[in-house]
């Protein structure tokens, strides 16, 4: 005997529930790897990495220049000429004028990464109180999980995101509490056929899109800084790369100075 059609319709409900359930978490994982994770890994990298990569950078571009104005300033006694100084630095300047550019990128980048370092932190229990209120918030609010939400509750959408990108949990739980008000109650299906296949459409939907998202997040922890994290948890590593980073800084120092004198000699 078959599946009465109030079988059909409460098992339906169920799967859709766990579907939603299911999709939420997963879109909430992403969005935490986005705003919260990956901020935080890239910071912690340009502090105890990036910066010394930033400084190496630098002093290999300066190896570099002062390697090119010493050239062109031979190539001018070659031809029996008096080096005209400033013409030699205007085309040192225009030759490593896009090196300059992503030095600027770099610092830009390094400033960037020391102030999300050390603005305020939420503790542990903020955190997690601020993942399980945007959770809320993707379950009722979110376009794949809602897909006939008014205009309003697109507009609260967006704020949700702002307030938990910025990490405003004062302003998450503001905005989560007038989600009833925009949304209303939950998406309604009738009890009938068409209700049943409405159900079992909407469940196949979801688990298509968790398994999108999944397959997101999958990716996005193979991309920087994702892929750090294990190396920033060991503390022996990461000084390892310290030391062999200021080793070569230093080298880079010395190979600096040299060429320093050579041209304060020629």
């Keep these: 005997m078959g599946k009465s059609l109030e079988d059909e319709y409460l098992a339906q409900k169920v799967a859709y529930a766990i579907a939603r359930e299911g999709c939420a978490t997963e879109v909430e994982i992403y969005t935490h790897l986005v705003d919260v994770a ?8 340009m502090m105890l990495i990036g910066r010394f ?7 290999t571009l300066d190896a570099r220049r002062w390697k090119r104005r010493l050239e062109l300033r031979q190539t001018a006694f070659n031809a029996n000429e008096t080096p005209d100084l400033a ?18 990128a770099r610092e830009a980048e390094l400033n960037a990464a020391r102030g999300h370092f050390h603005c305020g932190r939420l503790t542990d229990s903020e ?7 945007y959770l809320d918030a993707v379950k009722r609010l979110h376009p794949d999980l809602n897909p ?3 205009e309003r509750a697109k507009m609260l959408w967006a704020q949700v995101q702002k307030a938990y990108k910025n990490r405003d949990f004062e302003q998450l739980k503001f905005l989560s509490g007038i989600v009833g008000e925009v949304v209303g109650g939950e ?8 209700g049943v296949d409405a159900l079992t459409a909407e469940v196949k939907r979801l688990k298509e899109k ?16 994702y892929c750090y994290e294990d190396f920033l948890a060991d503390s022996d ?4 790369r310290q030391k062999a980073l200021q080793s070569e800084i230093e080298a880079m120092e010395g190979r600096i100075e040299e060429y320093e004198r050579s041209w304060n000699n020629g």
Excluded: C, H
């Excluded at 990956?38 to 990298?45: C, E, F, I, Q, V």
């Excluded at 999944?214 to 800084?225: D, G, S, V």
């Design 38 to 45: 990956g901020p935080n890994l890239k910071s912690a990298y």
């Design 53 to 59: 990569e930033y400084r190496l950078f630098r002093l």
């Design 87 to 104: 013409a030699i630095e205007a085309k040192v300047e225009a030759e490593f004028g896009d090196y300059l550019a992503e030095l600027k």
């Design 127 to 133: 955190n997690t109180q601020l993942r399980v209120t």
């Design 148 to 150: 006939d939400l008014p």
């Design 187 to 194: 998406r309604a299906f009738e009890k009938s056929r068409e």
């Design 210 to 225: 968790t398994k999108e998202v999944r397959a997101k997040i999958a990716a996005l922890r193979k991309e920087q800084p």
């Design 237 to 240: 590593e990461v000084e390892t």
